[in-house]
């Protein structure tokens, strides 16, 4: 009988959601640099692909963010298969099994993958360690890299006690005292010419990526999914993949001069000289950033290069900022750990009221249908194209917390659900930095408009109302003012009959 073969030696690149892309990746290049050949694995895990949230059971990825995903799969495939190297996917298999038979299959010289922060993640992370020991295998390597500020660059430890960075401006600041960014290209990988000694395929590898409906198995519902066709009333189409952040960011850095002509940012809601509803106010490059289609280090090299080639603006500033918005919610996270899931959040806040649970309620505010236009239009848009801007974010979270006293978890699900962009640290974090603090509002929700903003920043951002009609159709015919505030009609037609009944009484 024959002996049977030898196993290959292998290092493996551990590809997840959060990655998806061959440039600024440690890993990729600390595998690449081992010598031996490299398998480049992803794999369809269930628990993301086709679980359910925890309190709502919805998809934990709903459609619009699967097809991004899928769409970013198979670029990142197309882009090693350039560099002569295969990358190998595997389905309905759990992340530990799926382990367990690359090590039937091969000796695990080591795993490369980039560290992770949230507990689910961290406990996958444990399984996969645990399957290596278990079989003997190398050792699972784990390196920075989703963040702008690579942790070994900040000048403190995020995970001092809290007091270092409680809010994002003194965080803002313990960075700026002294860390700095790396160059997107320190970690750049340089491939060594795909061939069948520096390159891995695996027998038991998918022979195509599934499709939508079959990566979310029986969470797919086909009334939840808007489909491939960009929607008319949309600015742009998600194409998932590291050409598509690629050309975005050429296209609104170099081609368009948006950044430094048009970009408000997100955060940047309260200066009345700009509008974050009209087109090009927003990049809309966080579906990107958030799979790591591109590295911040990236996105901050070119806005460094256009700042010297072209214009160095309050936009152009606020961008990096916003990059640091987005690092102060991770490693916040780090520190918060799994408050950030809690009712109460990492500050323990509780409203002197009840917590509602209320499920038609929680649906009318999904579909946009408060009757509060300012917030039933983005809650459309984010329906069907998985956005809305950071103001749309924040003022609905606000209103379902103050104003509705809705158990905000629930929300924060449909979030996750969702959102072409989900990063559960961005989202999480998020909900509880920005919005749970509407708990604070006196007395309980529905006695009278908690958050005024809701018509405060209406005028201010979208004066004509274009945003709101586009959204909502039905009030297209109205002048600006009642469009925005629609009870103004009750109240004229009262005004009306209040008139007529005067003349009436005075005939
Ligand atoms: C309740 C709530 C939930 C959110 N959930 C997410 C989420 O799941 N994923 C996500 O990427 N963003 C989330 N955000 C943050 C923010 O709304 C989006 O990043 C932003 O709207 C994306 O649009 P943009 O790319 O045009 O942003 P820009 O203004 O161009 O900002 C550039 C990038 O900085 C990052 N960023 C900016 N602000 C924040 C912030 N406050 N927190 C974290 N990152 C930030 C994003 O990656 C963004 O793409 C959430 C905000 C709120 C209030």
């Excluded at 959060?18 to 992803?42: K, W």
């Excluded at 406990?123 to 050792?139: D, H, N, P, Y």
């Excluded at 401006?169 to 960075?175: G, H, I, L, S």
């Excluded at 430094?260 to 974050?276: E, I, N, P, Q, R």
Aim: net charge neutral; aromatic share 12%.
């Amino acid at each position: 009988m024959a002996a049977p073969a030898a196993k290959r030696r292998v290092n493996v690149v551990w590809f997840k959601c959060t990655d998806l892309r061959t440039h600024d990746h440690a890993p990729l290049r600390a595998a690449h640099r081992a010598g031996l050949p490299v398998l480049h694995l992803y794999v369809f895990d269930p628990f993301w692909h086709a679980g359910r949230t925890r309190i709502c059971g919805f998809p934990k990825t709903g459609a619009i963010r699967t097809r991004f995903q899928l769409e970013s799969i198979a670029d990142l495939s197309q882009r090693l298969a350039a560099e002569g190297h295969t990358l190998c996917t595997r389905s309905n298999i759990s992340t530990a099994q799926c382990f367990e038979e690359l090590c039937d299959d091969f000796v695990v010289n080591a795993v490369f993958a980039f560290q992770e922060i949230c507990s689910e993640e961290l406990r996958i992370e444990r399984q996969v360690r645990k399957v290596l020991r278990s079989r003997r295998q190398g050792a699972l390597e784990l390196f920075w890299g989703f963040e702008l500020y690579h942790r070994d660059d900040l000048n403190f430890d995020p995970l001092r006690p809290r007091g270092a960075f409680n809010s994002y401006t003194a965080f803002r600041k313990r960075v700026e005292e002294g860390s700095r960014v790396r160059s997107s290209m320190q970690e750049a990988p340089v491939f060594r010419k795909g061939s069948g000694d520096t390159s891995a395929r695996w027998s038991r590898a998918d022979v195509a990526l599934p499709t939508v409906r079959q990566a979310m198995g029986a969470t797919y519902d086909a009334d939840c999914d808007p489909g491939d066709v960009k929607d008319a009333r949309a600015e742009l189409k998600w194409i998932g993949g590291e050409t598509a952040a690629l050309a975005r960011l050429k296209e609104y850095l170099w081609d368009d001069d948006s950044l430094a002509l048009d970009y408000v940012g997100a955060t940047m809601t309260m200066d009345t000289a700009k509008s974050c509803m009209r087109d090009k106010a927003m990049f809309k490059i966080s579906p990107w950033l958030a799979h790591g289609c591109l590295s911040p280090r990236r996105l901050y090299d070119e806005v460094k290069r256009y700042e010297e080639e072209r214009h160095k603006t309050k936009s152009t500033y606020w961008i990096i900022h916003e990059l640091l918005w987005r690092d102060f919610v991770r490693f916040g996270s780090i520190e918060a750990k799994t408050s950030i899931f809690t009712i109460g959040g990492p500050k323990d806040s509780h409203p002197n009221w009840e917590w509602s649970t209320d499920k038609s309620m929680l649906q009318r505010w999904i579909d946009g249908k408060t009757g509060f236009p300012f917030i039933d239009c983005f809650m459309r848009e984010m329906k069907v194209t998985g956005y809305c801007n950071h103001m749309g974010r924040e003022t609905s979270g606000w209103f379902l917390i103050g104003d509705l006293g809705l158990d905000w978890r629930m929300a924060a699900e449909w979030f996750e659900t969702v959102l072409v962009d989900y990063e559960p640290t961005a989202n999480w974090f998020n909900w509880t930095y920005r919005c749970l603090p509407a708990v604070k509002a006196k007395g309980p929700p529905g006695e009278r408009l908690r958050g005024l903003e809701i018509l405060k920043w209406g005028t201010q951002h979208d004066p004509d109302a274009t945003y709101i009609k586009r959204w909502l159709p039905e009030l297209k015919a109205l002048p600006a003012t009642i469009a925005r505030e629609p009870w103004r009609l009750d109240m004229s037609a009262e005004s009306d009959r209040g008139a007529g009944n005067g003349s009436g009484n005075g005939a």
